[in-house]
Every structure is written in C-alpha cells, then in structure tokens.
C-alpha cells in the first residue's frame, strides 16, 4: 500500500524530468523519485546508478527494484499526484511540495 506522495514540480523544466519527489510503502519505506516525460507520456523514474556492463559501456543500474504490477500501480498514482500538482486550478501559484497523504489504497 502507498501510504504517502510527496511531489515537487520543477519550474520551467530543462530537461525531461519535470518533478522530484517521494512515495511510502506500508508507512516504512520511503523511495525517491523522479517524474519524467516520455515519448509515451508521463513514467516514474527510479534511483539507478551510471556503471559499466560486462563490455565496458556505460550503463544505468537500478538501485531499488519493486515488482512489475506492484511498480505499474506506483507509476500510476506519483503521475496522478504530478497531474494534480500541476493541474489548471493549481496554476498561476508557484509550485511548491505536494503531500499526498490519507493511505492510497492499491
């Protein structure tokens, strides 16, 4: 179960990232995350490490790994809470954190 979101648009992103921000597993786990834009919309990204694969090239390692349809439901709900974040009666304020809260049920 998510218990919490935290989510922290970024003004005038450069880049594809367009938020930073946090979800809590069962009231213990906090991983942090980062919200970015696709070809295909809106994806969770989550901490990963640059190193070398058995060739030498460089590569992304993940660092924290959450089962395929435990990590869809993940997706869904950080990009929904990006979505209200940022959302029309939201906008013309600066964006600040976002909470999240009350146990997000999956």
């Known amino acids: 179960m998510i218990s919490e979101i935290k989510i922290r648009p970024i003004n005038n992103p450069k880049?594809?990232?367009?938020?930073f921000g946090s979800f809590t597993l069962f009231d213990t786990v906090t991983i942090?995350?980062?919200?970015?834009?696709?070809?295909?919309?809106?994806?969770?990204?989550?901490?990963?490490?640059?190193?070398?694969?058995?060739?030498?090239?460089?590569?992304?390692w993940k660092e924290v790994f959450i089962k395929e349809e435990a990590f869809k439901k993940v997706n869904e709900k950080v990009v929904e809470a990006y979505e209200n974040a940022t959302s029309g009666e939201n906008q013309g304020e600066p964006p600040g954190p976002t909470d999240q809260t009350a146990g997000i049920p999956w």
């Open 15 to 19: 880049g594809n990232t367009v938020a």
């Open 32 to 60: 942090n995350c980062k919200v970015n834009k696709g070809s295909n919309g809106l994806f969770v990204g989550l901490p990963s490490r640059l190193g070398k694969d058995k060739e030498g090239k460089d590569r992304w």
